[in-house]
């Protein structure tokens, strides 16, 4: 089956400006996830769903961030006044439970000019 | 605070041949599951083996397989017979849901 799909793939935004980044988990996935991946580093963890649920937004950098998941499907990730040091790859994960394997999206690179 | 640390940037491998990634880690935590995953250019973060901490075997995924020393914290991981599709970025971590990842190995496969 399809695995999970990000867009868009590539984003390039003014310095604050709005963007919002699309997460299409693998159908039936009960647990989604957000990660961020600056140049020459890991993932580090953003948020995490269950369902519709926002059960930890612990990594999420400033309130500027925000993400959602309304009909515990797709999420969006939405960073409002964007600044260059969000520019990053933006990773998006699922998995059937929250103790399972985790599968990533082909991530979304956003760019801050 | 748990932490992840691969210590070794960049390392090269003969096709055919064997190479040992390393990574050390630190978590106060009694339950969680440790992992490699690839990243080859695409970015497509892939899994490459994962063991649950209380396990004492070593796993083992085909050519891939770890060292897991617990009380050493080391989880390193073996790729025998490397092929050219080997080359990637590897990234250990752990985490039960919250995934933790060190930062990264470069490997390259010379023909």
């Known amino acids: 089956g399809a695995g999970v799909s990000q867009s868009p793939r590539y984003k390039v935004a003014k310095r604050g400006q709005d963007v919002a980044l699309r997460c299409d988990p693998i159908?039936?996935?009960?647990?989604l996830f957000w990660y961020q991946q600056a140049l020459g580093q890991g993932p580090e963890f953003l948020t995490y769903f269950q369902n519709e649920a926002q059960l930890d937004k612990s990594g999420l950098p400033s309130d500027r961030f925000f993400a959602e998941r309304p009909e515990g499907s797709v999420s969006t990730l939405k960073i409002q006044r964007t600044q260059q040091e969000d520019s990053a790859v933006y990773l998006c994960?699922?998995?059937?439970?929250?103790?399972?394997?985790?599968?990533f999206g082909p991530g979304t690179r956003l760019t801050v000019t | 605070a748990q932490t992840v640390t691969q210590s070794q940037p960049e390392m090269s491998v003969q096709e055919a041949e064997t190479v040992t990634l390393s990574c050390t880690y630190d978590t106060s935590e009694s339950d969680y599951y440790l992992f490699w995953y690839k990243q080859p250019p695409s970015r497509q973060m892939i899994l490459v083996i994962r063991?649950?901490?209380?396990?004492?075997q070593n796993a083992t995924e085909n050519r891939f397989s770890v060292n897991f020393q617990k009380a050493a914290k080391s989880f390193s991981l073996k790729i025998s017979d490397s092929q050219l599709g080997d080359a990637a970025m590897y990234f250990c971590g752990l985490g039960t849901y919250k995934y933790i990842f060190g930062t990264g190995t470069r490997l390259k496969v010379l023909a």
């Open positions: 063991q649950e901490a209380y396990k004492q």
């Open positions: 994960a699922s998995s059937l439970g929250v103790g399972d394997e985790q599968y």
């Open positions: 159908s039936g996935h009960v647990s």
